[in-house]
């Protein structure tokens, strides 16, 4: 795959393609400005002479007059340099031509180009040549050629259009340049976010960007960037927790297991003394087992690996049959159960009955002696409800978001005195987001309430 162009460069490419229109835009709206003055003064010069001219034949024209005329015809073009005049009467008489260019092999206009100006060259010089008919007193209509030559301005005009194109082009070079500057220095606030990026590692993920030293269009980028390390913080000090966890938990039973063996081996014993022993034992390994089982259900099910088999499943008779299992212990406990409503939802039956089973003992565990569990069932348009209801002491606040992380204990001196290994309610979580749904934890002072809401 071909690696996407420096986006310096891109930005170089495109001021420099902006200024190079600019550039050509004002080349060209000057040049044409100028060029058009020229013809304008030239056109004004014209007519000045044609005006004077056609004063000059406005009387009678007899041998004196032209004599004086022709006189006057020279006066006329004393002011103006470069120009040229040529006056011949309706027969075609030369009347009038001044030295220098015969303007009689210039050819005639057309018509409907008489009084339009003309530009002409002998392969010397270039003239702009005004043609116009004159209808006088006598002989007329006279035919008046007049011109001047430009040779000039047209000069003047290339070497000004040579210098404004070198002007445009360097203006472009010079822009591109300014603009790779600018575009360089306007990087250095993200070249340095990136270099502060660059030196975070495992140990400094506190580490946080400031969003107000940087530009306003990088500002959600750090905010976001600043998000992401408060996740990847969190995940870590989670890691680093569920290693020492997993530690922990597996290093009682396998003590006990140490200890138990030790002793069985320290002196001969009967047959039904080492029976015991094994069976003590055996309670360990199921412990190892379940916590085992539990740690591989996540790990399957943070992968996408538990996706749900759905089918039609009847919650209240699954409540029911909990209530049957759990029935023994809970009269130990002397904790009685009560559900209320009923409810349809879609689901794997397994994968609920395990997430109810966990909440169910969990709640029983927590509830004191002579109170009641609850579990109650309901549902709307959108959704299925199940909550689990039980008295007790409530759970403080700042532990309510933390109560479904796996081996998270509200009692920090993690004595087991009976308990699970913590990974029960991770596991229902688990569950339940993997069939799309919520888990809510609230806690007061007339017990705690985990609440379920599962889709249709």
Request: proline share 4%; charged share 20%; hydrophobic share 40%.
């Amino acid at each position: 795959m071909r690696r996407p162009t420096s986006l310096t460069l891109r930005l170089t490419l495109l001021f420099s393609a902006v200024a190079t229109v600019v550039f050509l835009a004002f080349g060209w709206i000057i040049g044409h400005s100028i060029e058009n003055h020229f013809v304008s003064e030239d056109a004004s010069e014209l007519k000045i002479i044609l005006q004077a001219v056609d004063q000059s034949l406005a009387g009678p024209t007899s041998q004196n007059d032209l004599l004086r005329i022709k006189q006057r015809y020279d006066d006329i073009l004393v002011g103006h340099h470069g120009a040229l005049l040529h006056i011949t009467d309706a027969s075609g008489k030369t009347l009038y031509s001044s030295p220098g260019l015969d303007l009689s092999l210039v050819p005639p206009p057309e018509q409907h180009l008489q009084g339009s100006i003309q530009q002409w060259n002998d392969t010397k010089k270039n003239y702009r040549i005004l043609t116009q008919q004159i209808a006088g007193q006598s002989n007329g209509p006279y035919t008046v050629m007049i011109a001047v030559a430009i040779d000039f301005h047209l000069h003047f005009f290339k070497e000004f259009r040579r210098t404004l194109w070198l002007m445009v082009v360097s203006g472009v070079v010079v822009m591109g340049l300014m603009g790779w500057i600018a575009v360089r220095q306007g990087h250095q606030p993200l070249h340095h976010m990136v270099d502060q990026v660059s030196r975070i590692s495992a140990n400094q993920l506190n580490t946080r960007l400031s969003p107000d030293t940087v530009p306003t269009e990088l500002t959600e980028l750090a905010v976001s960037f600043n998000e992401l390390l408060q996740r990847m913080e969190e995940a870590f000090i989670r890691l680093s927790n569920f290693s020492a966890d997993i530690a922990h938990e597996l290093r009682t039973p396998v003590t006990n297991l140490m200890t138990q063996t030790q002793v069985a081996l320290s002196q001969a014993r009967s047959a039904t003394e080492y029976q015991e022993i094994l069976y003590s034992n055996m309670e360990e390994y199921e412990r190892i087992a379940q916590m085992i089982g539990d740690m591989l259900f996540l790990a399957k099910a943070d992968n996408g690996l538990n996706p749900p088999n759905a089918v039609d499943i009847d919650l209240e008779s699954e409540v029911r049959n909990l209530f049957d299992y759990y029935e023994a212990w809970a009269e130990e406990c002397h904790v009685s159960l009560a559900l209320e409503g009923n409810a349809h939802v879609n689901g794997d039956r397994l994968m609920l009955r395990r997430a109810l089973s966990n909440l169910l003992s969990n709640a029983i565990r927590h509830t004191p002696a002579d109170n009641c569990v609850t579990i109650k069932l309901n549902r709307d348009e959108n959704q299925v409800l199940i909550v689990v209801q039980n008295p007790g002491t409530p759970v403080p606040t700042e532990h309510l978001s933390k109560l479904f992380d796996r081996f998270y204990r509200i009692d920090p001196s993690r004595q087991r005195s009976g308990e699970g290994a913590g990974l029960g309610l991770a596991i229902v979580k688990s569950i339940v987001e993997t069939h799309g749904g919520k888990i809510v934890a609230t806690s007061n002072e007339t017990g705690t309430q985990l609440r379920i809401s599962l889709p249709l």
